[in-house]
Structures are given as structure tokens and as C-alpha cells.
């Protein structure tokens, strides 16, 4: 295996870099520089260093918790400007700059696919990017990837980026184990504890409807959310406390009663601390305390990831784990997210006019936005040896999982990427067609349409007809960063009980010709796959599939 000799570059730095710290590879741009033109000519550069067949589809693992850190400090300020003013945030003030918008713009300047993740850990964001490259390249699971950094330029206010390619000589996969699966799920919604609950709401066509309480709305355009019934003890933040529920009811259906030593942590839904904005109000919601341990769980820094990948943050996870499993970096990953109802998630999305002003109704005619959920998820993944050595019987196996940070736009889903996503997720399960999709549709006007299209040009080039697409995001909410955990937990529980589970708040569904959207829920005897879609703002796109025991061969292949 081989480290080429990095490309890195310092953009807008204002403070002179002495003689010693200059060296070859290591260049000073001037202020003006742009951090985005300056972060494509560094990655492209290291890509140009693959293999021409392994550049395209190299992933790209970015550590920029220093950038994130910045970027969320700076908009928590305009928030608190904006509230102490008692006005809306302006448009131009209202996207918080995500990472992954770097590497959108990487994919829309070259031939890169955008297979790429951004990790945001505090402390151990760069050592964790190393480890996932090396340990999936030694594997065999890809041919090559590129490991980049964004750090604070330590002589001024600029940035350093780096990117080094890391590759491997061809040879065969070097693991044991070739699938992953879901061990145990766990969930709170507006509807209260449990995934049981959820699911029988969901199946009853309910909706968890209500004002907010945890904020005032009076100065946004929509003023319905779905907010759980969670009273948290004092002094503990909503956002932890929907955690520990979620992650134990996971712990018990999956059987462990104590975590294995290498055991991995990911977290969606928050950003590290923010010592710049710490006394912002409830800035505990969002970012994680100054001595954040893990959730208390004691699992060290080193397997503690934090992802940022705005709503498909996620199924980026998700995808993250299943790697880390199958290379031999964990034995077992607790993979969770969370939603907890803020003025700062609340405040872009009404700015964005992201927000419905009534109600969602996802895939229907008439959507006019999105209604913000509250909730958490946890899923514990293992290897399907693990699983079968302690006796452990699954829920379903990963069949195949996509992520992609690519396509047209800041807030619109590229319909292009994400049948991009599908085709690959099936390709890896070995399938065709499936069973039942569970859609992201969140209710806006473009996403919910841009996300039928993309269904509908696979379902053109394999054949289908009519496959059955719901979303729960009209009875639970968008859950943002956690969105994903619902969707898996319906998927699931789909193929426990043979039933297509509808879409609460459809009345005039969306046309479509490959794929047919549920009002209500059906019986599905005989479904054996669910695909499940997760997409967010920065181009990032997702799609999970999940099958049981008898469909597709769960297995990961390199590349290509």
C-alpha cells in the first residue's frame, strides 16, 4: 500500500509563514484565494495521483471539524442577532456553509462520482479518516481513496487543506466476513417511545401534530411541528435524552447487555462544541458539551465519529459502519441520530420557505413543505457471522447501501444522483427491482418530484411496474439529521410482517409510471427487499437497501 506525497495549501491566511514551516508540497495562496477553488485544485490534484480506473469512484473521507466548527459558530451569531431583533433571518444569512458543499463542488468540476464523507469528531476527526482508508484499502473493499484535511491555518485565520491518496496493490478481498445486518433498532417520535409504537401509528395512518413548546414561533411562516412527549430531566438536554432512549431499546433488541471493547460510535444530528457561542440559548441542542464522553458509553475518542451530511447524515453513517465492520475496524457499531426541536434548524428551513405553512403531505399535489419532527434513532449493525456466533437472529441485511455528495444546487435533489444512488444499491444487493421503496419525500414542491423521477428511470431500465413508495414524513415529521432512523425502522418491520406500509396526510398522489405511490397501507405477502432513501441540502444523497435472509447476497465488492 502506498501514501503519495500530499497536496496541501494554505488559503487566506494573514499572518506571514516563517522559513522553516515552508516546504514543497505546502502552498501559500492569498487571502482573496476562495477556500472552494482552492479545495478543488488540491483534491483534483490528488485524485490525478490514482490509477485511472480507481478515480472516478475513489471515496473521498474529509475531516473538517475545525471548518464546521467555524462555520455553525458564525450562524448560531446571526440567529441570536436575528431573535434579539425579533426579526426572520434573511436568505443570505439562513445556509449554514456545510462541508459537504466542498466536495459537491469537487464532483460538479470533474469526472469524481462524489462518493465522499465528511467526519466532524472532535479530537480524532483526521486520525479516523486515516484508519477508515487504510483499514477498506488493505481489505480490498476499495481500490483507493483520498484522505483530506481542512484545519485552521495556525500562523493567521486562513484554512490548510491536504489531501493524500492512499492505494493498494489488486488482489483479492481480505475478509471473512461479506455482509452486515441490522441487529437491533431503537426510536423515539412525536409518537412517543419504541419502534412498535411508530410503526403501529404509521400503520393507523396517524399524525402526531402540534404546536411547538420548546421555542417561540411566533416569527416563522409554519408553526406546526411534530414534537415528542419527552420531559427531560433538569439540567440534561432533550437532544441527550432522546438519545439514551433510542440507543437502549436498540441494545435490547439486538441482545447486548454489554459493549465489545471495539465497539463503534457514530452520531448524526449535532456538531461538536462551540466554545465561540457557548452561551447561546439551548446551544446544548445542537452541539455537544465541552467534555463530551461518548454519551457516557466508554467508548474511546478514536471510535467515536461524528458525520455531517445535513439530512442524509444518517445513511452516510450507516454506510460508514458497514464498512468498518467488514474491514475488521469494530465488531460492533451503534450507529444514531437526533432531532431535537431548535431555533437554528427551525429558523434556515422557514428562511428557505423549506417549511409548509399547514401541514406536510409528502408525494401529494398539494405539498406545500416540510413539518419538522423531533426524534432519535439508534441501529446496531454487525457482521452476519458475528450475529449467527452468539445466536443472535437479525432484522434484515444490508444489502447494499449508496452515498453520493453530488449534483445541481444547494437545497435541490438532483434526480440524476439519486437514481444514481438506487442503481448502486441494487447492483450491490444483486437485484433488479424491490419490494417496497420508503421514500425520503419530505413534502417540498422539487424534492418530492426530483425523487419520483429518479425512481422512475430505474424502474425504466429494469422493468418495473408499479413498485409500491411510501414515506412516514407526514405522520412523525422530518426528523432532519435523524431522518433516516424511521425509515429504516418501517423497512424493517415491513419485512417482519408482510405489510406496505402507506402515507399518512396523501390525498392527491403524485403520477408516476415505474412506481406508484401508497395513500394507505397494504399487504405485502412475499416482500423480501425495502429500498430506503435518505437525501439533504448540499448535494447529499443516500439509498439503503435492506433485505431479509432469503434476497440478495449482502455482499460489498470493490469498486467498479
Not at 479545495?39 to 483534483?44: H, S
Not at 462541508?99 to 464532483?107: D, M, S, T, V
Not at 483499514?135 to 491555518?153: F, I, K, P, Q, S
Amino acid at each position: 500500500m502506498t501514501a503519495p506525497t500530499a497536496t496541501a495549501v494554505i488559503v487566506g491566511g494573514t499572518a506571514p509563514l516563517p522559513p522553516h514551516a515552508l516546504r514543497p508540497d505546502l502552498v501559500v495562496l492569498p487571502a482573496r484565494t476562495s477556500l472552494t477553488t482552492a479545495f478543488v485544485e488540491v483534491l483534483a490534484a490528488a485524485l490525478d495521483r490514482l490509477p485511472a480506473a480507481a478515480r472516478a469512484a475513489a471515496p473521498v473521507v474529509m475531516a473538517a471539524t475545525d471548518y464546521c466548527v467555524a462555520a455553525t459558530s458564525r450562524y448560531v451569531t446571526r440567529c441570536a442577532e436575528a431573535e434579539a431583533g425579533g426579526r426572520r433571518l434573511r436568505p443570505t444569512e439562513a445556509m449554514t456553509p456545510e462541508p459537504a458543499q466542498l466536495l459537491q463542488e469537487l464532483a460538479a468540476a470533474g469526472d469524481w462520482d462524489g462518493r465522499g464523507h465528511v467526519l466532524i469528531s472532535p479530537r480524532a476527526a483526521a486520525f479516523q479518516a486515516w484508519r477508515w482508508a487504510w483499514g477498506t484499502v488493505a481489505a480490498g473493499l476499495h481500490r483507493a481513496m483520498v484522505v483530506c484535511e481542512l484545519l485552521r491555518d495556525p500562523h493567521g485565520d486562513g484554512y490548510r487543506v491536504t489531501a493524500v491518496p492512499v492505494t493498494a496493490a489488486p488482489g483479492p478481498a481480505r475478509t471473512k466476513d461479506t455482509s452486515v445486518v441490522v441487529s437491533g433498532t431503537g426510536l423515539v417520535t412525536a409518537f412517543g417511545e419504541g419502534g412498535e409504537t411508530f410503526w403501529r401509528n404509521l400503520l393507523d395512518g396517524n399524525r402526531a401534530l402540534t404546536e411547538p413548546t420548546r421555542f417561540d414561533a411566533s416569527r416563522f411562516r409554519g408553526r406546526t411541528v411534530c414534537q415528542t412527549p419527552l420531559a427531560p430531566p433538569p439540567g440534561q438536554p432533550v437532544r441527550r435524552a432522546l438519545l439514551d432512549r433510542a440507543r437502549t431499546e436498540a441494545l435490547r433488541e439486538a441482545g447486548v447487555a454489554e459493549l465489545p471493547s471495539r465497539t463503534l460510535l457514530v452520531l448524526a444530528g449535532v456538531v461538536p462544541h462551540l466554545p465561540q457561542v457557548a452561551g447561546a440559548p439551548r446551544i446544548e441542542e445542537i452541539a455537544l458539551e465541552p467534555d463530551w464522553d461518548g454519551d457516557g458509553l466508554g467508548i474511546p475518542a478514536r471510535n467515536a465519529v461524528l458525520m455531517a451530511h445535513a439530512c442524509a447524515s444518517g445513511a452516510f453513517g450507516l454506510a460508514l459502519a458497514r464498512e468498518w465492520l467488514l474491514c475488521g475496524l469494530a465488531d460492533l457499531a451503534v450507529v444514531t441520530g437526533v432531532s431535537s426541536l431548535n431555533t437554528y434548524d427551525y429558523a434556515c428551513l422557514d428562511t428557505l420557505r423549506a417549511t409548509s405553512t399547514t401541514v406536510a403531505r409528502p408525494f401529494d399535489e398539494d405539498r406545500s413543505g416540510v413539518t419538522v419532527g423531533e426524534g432519535a434513532g439508534a441501529i446496531v449493525l454487525e457482521t452476519a457471522g458475528r450475529a449467527a456466533a452468539r445466536g443472535h437472529t437479525p432484522w434484515a441485511t444490508v444489502g447494499g447501501i449508496s452515498c453520493r455528495v453530488a449534483g445541481q444546487g444547494v437545497s435541490r435533489l438532483d434526480a440524476h444522483i439519486g437514481a444514481a444512488c438506487v442503481r448502486e444499491a441494487l447492483a450491490m444487493a444483486g437485484l433488479t427491482t424491490v419490494d417496497l421503496v420508503h421514500g425520503h419525500a419530505p413534502g417540498t414542491r422539487q424534492g418530492d418530484e426530483a425523487e419520483l423521477l429518479a425512481l422512475d428511470r430505474v424502474g425504466a431500465e429494469h422493468g418495473w411496474r408499479g413498485v409500491p413508495v411510501s414515506s412516514y414524513k407526514g405522520a412523525a415529521g422530518h426528523l432532519l439529521h435523524a431522518s433516516v432512523f424511521p425509515g429504516v425502522v418501517a423497512a424493517v418491520r415491513a419485512l417482519r410482517d408482510q405489510v406496505l406500509p402507506g402515507t399518512p396526510g396523501l390525498r392527491k398522489p403524485l403520477d408516476a409510471t415505474h412506481v406508484r405511490v401508497l395513500r394507505d397501507p397494504e399487504p405485502g405477502d412475499g416482500t423480501r427487499s425495502v429500498l430506503v432513501n435518505n437525501f439533504g441540502f448540499g448535494g447529499n444523497n443516500a439509498a439503503l437497501l435492506l433485505t431479509d435472509d432469503a434476497t440478495g447476497r449482502g455482499e460489498w465488492s470493490t469498486d467498479g
